[in-house]
């Protein structure tokens, strides 16, 4: 509908802008952190740090998010009626405001509070209430995607709803949960405090309701990424879903764990007791469950597709495969890399290995291949057929290959780049901290040569940024005028008929909320009575 492809592509030159402007921060900062270059005209490292986690984390993820959902839902469920769509334009209008409001307070370096944003740090005020605006915005339009698919839903009783609309609102109904915390910790802690109302703020409570809805963040990033390996790949590979009911309860055991483990975050910390660390950590190994069944289900379906075309023998099918179609390629690399982001997930959660990583540039690593890499990439992959199928336009065999070279490129990069934040945390080098040599320090001397690979890997993935960019303008106003796909898989014919109790919200809410409150309500009561004065924060400027 070119009504619903003018709102999702909206979203995406607010999306493509902050991939520029956050990947340029990411350069600065590695080059700042070899030790070889200083920030010009008083910039401070926080400041750009702030740039680009906010930009990267939050905004070309959130943006991107929720302009391919909306195209999503409208492509499979059907047309916003006007009401929706016009609750989608005001859900995007409120967030452009929040994203300038919190832009312009870190760029006045009001507001160098890093992405997680949580106290003793403190910004200005404009910057929470632009964040909370962002998160407001991003409800409505969320609520608009529900309300197009209850339409169908009840258009069509008694039949199963399409995938990918059906995957939507769970990622929406998710986020919906999860920013609960972050909102409380916005209106009721960040915003009095830093307008002044009150003097102190109780730092534990508001890292643990930021992490209540921080891990659940990096599930509400992931859920795009597997909806297009789990609809859109198949198609690409002209194959078929391996299985819808797969499909459906992995997006349902995202929704019951992603939101109960946010302490796996805080395992150093005091004041939470060590059981509830324990619950949640355990917790955490039951949402690893739906990766891995997504993992099987992927390899399954590049199995039986590369067979078909004639793949022999344990490998042969492999090789099968679209290797030159960038739809297929970016987001391939992008799995790849989750084998080695996953299993790093795997060690952080680990409640004794957490110790020698956390606070490490180790978890650096972890989430550049995770987010930075499985995500974006697949990301990146889907924009190439999306953005012409909004526009009416095709890309050309050689936008194709300028795509496959930054997918390549962003691979080579992130491994060097990555690789290395590896080793160094393993080494001990702290995340989030300038170039020093800690007084001459022997252990920091050997942080130096890997933070140097780290500025090599760096740029080789701001060339592939560049890139990126060249082939999304092309494509929104250069590309020649045709149609592009929006490919969706159907189900393979011996999955089976899909159990209606997945499609039962009433059912999984009520587990999710009893999930919630036995992994929450002992910690945060602890935190509350035990609560000391609470600190007066700083703030880097
Ligand atoms: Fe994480 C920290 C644990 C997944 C992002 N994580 C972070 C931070 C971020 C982040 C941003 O327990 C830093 C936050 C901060 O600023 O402090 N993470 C996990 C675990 C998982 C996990 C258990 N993380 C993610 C995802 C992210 C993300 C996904 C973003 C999108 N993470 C942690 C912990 C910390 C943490 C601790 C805190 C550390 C600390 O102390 O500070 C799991 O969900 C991972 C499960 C995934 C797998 C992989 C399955 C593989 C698949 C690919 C198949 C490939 C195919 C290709 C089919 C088990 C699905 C075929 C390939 C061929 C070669 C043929």
């Known amino acids: 509908d070119r009504k619903d492809a003018k709102l999702a592509l909206a979203h995406m030159y607010v999306a493509f802008t902050a991939l520029l402007v956050g990947g340029l921060a990411g350069l600065l900062q590695v080059f700042v952190r070899s030790g070889a270059f200083e920030l010009p005209f008083g910039i401070g490292y926080y400041q750009v740090l702030t740039v680009h986690g906010v930009l990267l984390g939050l905004i070309l993820t959130t943006y991107f998010i929720l302009g391919f959902q909306l195209a999503a839902v409208s492509r499979t469920a059907g047309p916003l009626s006007n009401t929706q769509r016009k609750l989608g334009w005001i859900g995007f209008w409120l967030m452009v405001v929040g994203t300038i409001a919190a832009a312009t307070m870190v760029l006045l370096n009001e507001a160098s509070v890093l992405y997680t944003f949580y106290a003793p740090l403190q ?155 324990f619950l ?43 290797w030159k179609d960038s739809r297929f390629l970016v987001p391939f690399i992008g799995m790849v890399a989750f084998i080695p982001g996953g299993a790093g997930g795997i060690v952080n959660a680990s409640y004794q290995m957490n110790q020698l990583i956390h606070n490490t540039i180790w978890v650096t690593g972890h989430f550049h291949l995770t987010v930075a890499t499985a995500v974006v990439l697949t990301y990146f992959g889907a924009a190439f057929w999306l953005i012409p199928h909004l526009t009416g336009r095709k890309l050309t065999s050689k936008m194709n290959s300028l795509a496959n070279t930054s997918g390549i490129l962003w691979a080579v990069g992130m491994f060097i780049m990555s690789g290395a934040m590896h080793l160094a945390g393993l080494l001990g080098a702290p995340r989030r901290s300038e170039y020093s040599t800690y007084g001459g320090s022997e252990q920091a001397a050997e942080w130096i ?63 999710l909320v009893a999930l919630i409150l036995i992994a929450y309500t002992f910690p945060i009561f602890d935190i509350i009575s035990n609560s000391p004065a609470g600190s007066k924060g700083f703030k880097f400027w």
């Not at 409570?205 to 789990?230: C, D, E, K, N, Q």
């Not at 500025?455 to 303008?473: H, K, N, Y």
């Open 280 to 322: 949640q950590v355990v917790l955490t190994f039951f949402v690893i469950v739906p990766s891995l069944m997504t993992a099987f289900s992927m390899f399954a379906t590049f199995e039986l597709r590369g067979r078909e075309l004639g793949g022999k023998g344990v490998l042969g099918w492999f090789r099968q495969l679209p």
């Open 123 to 277: 910004a200005h005020w404009i910057f929470y209430a632009g964040l909370a605006l962002v998160v407001v915005g991003s409800w409505i339009e969320g609520f608009a995607q529900i309300m197009r698919y209850a339409q169908w839903r009840k258009e069509n009783k008694g039949q199963t709803s399409p995938l990918l609309a059906f995957m939507a609102v769970v990622n929406n109904l998710m986020w919906f949960v999860a920013s609960l915390g972050v909102a409380v910790e916005v209106l009721f802690q960040l915003l009095p405090w830093s307008l002044g109302f009150v003097e102190r703020i109780d730092v534990l409570l508001s890292r643990t309701l930021f992490w209540y809805f921080g891990h659940a963040l990096v599930y509400f990033w992931l859920l795009p990424a597997y909806m297009i390996w789990y609809v859109v790949i198949p198609k690409v590979i002209s194959g078929k879903l391996f299985s819808d009911a797969l499909a459906r309860l992995s997006f349902m055991l995202f929704l019951l764990f992603s939101v109960p483990v946010g302490v796996h975050h805080q395992l150093t910390e005091p004041g939470i007791d060590g059981f509830w660390k």
């Open 449 to 511: 040569t890997y933070q140097f690979a780290q500025a090599i890997g760096g740029t080789i993935l701001f060339i592939s940024i560049l890139l990126i960019i060249g082939v999304v303008i092309n494509l929104i106003w250069f590309a020649p005028k045709g149609e592009e796909e929006f490919p969706i898989a159907e189900a393979a014919a011996g999955g089976g008929k899909t159990p209606a109790i997945l499609e039962n919200f009433k059912v999984w809410g009520v587990i």
